[in-house]
């Protein structure tokens, strides 16, 4: 998918400047560039890059990023962010989320933003990693509004 950018989300653009947060938008972007999936058309597409499970919190900091491919530019993204396990025991809270033009800036048609969540998690007794293949996700319930709305 050589043809999208990643970015990160307006209100997080001072951290551009940090060696650490430039270092994973990097990587982040050659992961989105070597991946290969048809993309719906005027659709907004989920990708889990990975999540970091903390048993002290009983939380899951978890990296993805939504790719805007409804053919506009968009500055206002909402739905439900649904994640699971193979493990039927593990058990993901669902996320809301409510992305305005002032922490969302404007995303462009084939841009994409990388975020973090902090999600909570049951099922689970000691700090794990997943990756993209250890867990899934479906973004439902999407709502977007245009720029020229």
């Keep these: 998918m050589e043809n999208i950018r990643v970015k990160l989300a307006q209100a997080h653009q001072m951290q551009n400047r940090d060696f650490d947060v430039k ?15 048809e993309m719906r058309p005027a ?5 889990l890059l990975k999540g970091f499970y903390d048993d002290f919190t009983k939380r ?10 409804t053919g506009k530019a968009i500055r206002e ?10 493990n039927p025991m593990i058990k993901i809270a669902k996320t809301t989320i409510n992305f305005d033009e002032p922490f969302m800036g ?5 841009e994409a933003i ?5 999600i909570p998690v049951k099922g689970l007794e000691e700090k794990r990693e997943f990756t993209g293949k250890d867990f899934s996700g479906e973004f439902s319930e999407v ?7």
Aim: no cysteine; hydrophobic share 45%.
């Design 143 to 149: 709502k977007v509004t245009y720029v020229e709305e």
């Design 77 to 86: 993204l909402h739905g439900v962010v649904r994640l699971k396990t193979p």
């Design 106 to 110: 404007i995303v462009d048609d084939h």
């Design 114 to 118: 990388l975020v973090h969540f902090n």
């Design 23 to 37: 270092k994973e938008l990097r990587s982040v972007q050659e992961y989105i560039d070597e991946l290969h999936f």
């Design 43 to 47: 659709s907004i597409h989920l990708v």
């Design 60 to 69: 899951m900091t978890t990296a993805m990023v939504f790719i805007n491919n």
